[in-house]
């Protein structure tokens, strides 16, 4: 009830391409829901975060994709550069249990090719 | 405005020893919240606290402890060392909301248990 699911664990695409990674989970007390992107060495940084009453968000050249019905939640990069190869993570949060609590999906490399 | 700051980077430290890890939020945060980052478990919460109190607690075991001083810093002990607890150690700082919401990461400790 707790985990987040995401996928792929792995991805490869080509500089100017789009990168899309997924994330699924069973809570539904949870509303709140952000990517991390983390390179080697360095914390996770917040890169956009969602809520479920809407269904997309964008910032730049990144968009959360929402869908309450499916219990998923997806990040698309936009005409991905090889400065976003790096580490994304998922996370969810919400519901009396988890107080200051984020809840990780398990990561996924993307390695962006010039 | 500073960012999450974590003392000290990298730590060696000897089966059976304790160890000590630091952490100063975000000026302003009164919320921080302590992770361990393992490559086969991921991210995993293990406390939260805020202003000086203890408010969730994660599936640790006793010899992961942490307080939190008055200015919001805190700090983390891990007593009894063993050679799993070798992880990269996270907070994550946040103005304090019900959830895991706006949470910033600091750089981690990196600690080595031999």
């Known amino acids: 009830q707790q985990q987040v699911k995401q996928s792929p664990q792995s991805l490869i695409v080509q500089k100017g391409g789009i990168s899309i990674i997924n994330c699924a989970y069973e809570n539904t007390a949870f509303d709140y829901f952000p990517w991390y992107q983390q390179f080697p060495g360095k914390g996770p940084a917040l890169l956009i975060a969602?809520?479920?009453?809407?269904s997309e968000k964008k910032e730049g050249r990144f968009t959360i994709s929402f869908n309450k019905s499916a219990k998923q939640f997806s990040l698309h990069i936009m005409d991905s550069q090889p400065g976003d190869s790096a580490t994304y993570f998922c996370?969810?949060?919400?519901?009396?249990?988890?107080?200051?609590?984020?809840?990780f999906g398990q990561g996924t490399t993307l390695q962006v090719k010039p | 405005k500073a960012g999450v700051t974590q003392t000290p980077r990298y730590l060696i430290k000897t089966r059976g020893q304790q160890v000590t890890l630091s952490c100063s939020p975000i000026s302003g945060h009164r919320s921080v919240s302590w992770y361990q980052q393992t490559p086969g478990q991921g991210l995993q919460f293990l406390f939260e606290y805020f202003s000086e109190t203890q408010r969730n607690k994660g599936n640790f075991p006793g010899r992961f402890s942490g307080r939190q001083f008055s200015n919001s810093r805190s700090e983390m002990n891990v007593s009894t060392l063993e050679l799993g607890d070798s992880a990269l150690y996270l907070c994550a700082s946040s103005r304090g909301g019900t959830g895991g919401i706006g949470q910033y990461f600091g750089p981690g400790t990196r600690l080595t248990v031999t």
């Open positions: 996370a969810a949060s919400g519901g009396s249990s988890n107080t200051g609590k984020l809840i």
């Open positions: 969602i809520r479920p009453d809407v």
